[in-house]
């Protein structure tokens, strides 16, 4: 079946959708991959000082989530921070992150604000 989509132009978009909007960031999603340093049989014995300290920070309200990447090349933390360069600070104080076992990648994340047009309220969609 051939494509009926038709172009829209900007005066066929809602105002807050033609031009770039601030969205807060609520959480950092922070993308662990393990380092060369970081071999599995180097990392053993660091794994069970890391997860205590991890759970630390779980307990200290700083991390959500976190899980164990299934193809085994890092881990992937939801953190409770704003700011990716304190989720880096956090992070590198754990046991991998001072042995340069283990590096990330930070993304801010926030809410999905176009989700405001649905509601249809003023100043949710500037």
Do not use: C
Not at 85 to 100: I, M, N, S, T, V
């Amino acid at each position: 079946m051939p494509d009926k989509t038709v172009p829209l132009s900007d005066t066929d978009v809602h105002p807050s959708m033609q031009a770039p909007f601030a969205v807060p960031t609520t959480k950092i999603l922070a993308i662990g991959q393990w380092t060369a340093e970081g071999a599995p049989d180097a990392r053993a014995p660091v794994l069970p000082i890391e997860i205590r300290e991890t759970v630390r920070l779980y307990l200290a309200g700083k991390v959500d989530q976190w899980y164990f990447k299934t193809d085994e090349s890092g881990i992937v933390l939801v953190m409770n921070v704003t700011d990716p360069e304190e989720a880096r600070a956090l992070l590198e104080k754990l046991p991998l992150g001072q042995a340069g076992m283990m590096e990330f990648q930070f993304i801010p994340l926030g809410p999905i604000k176009p989700l405001a047009l649905l509601l249809n309220e003023k100043g949710l969609v500037d």
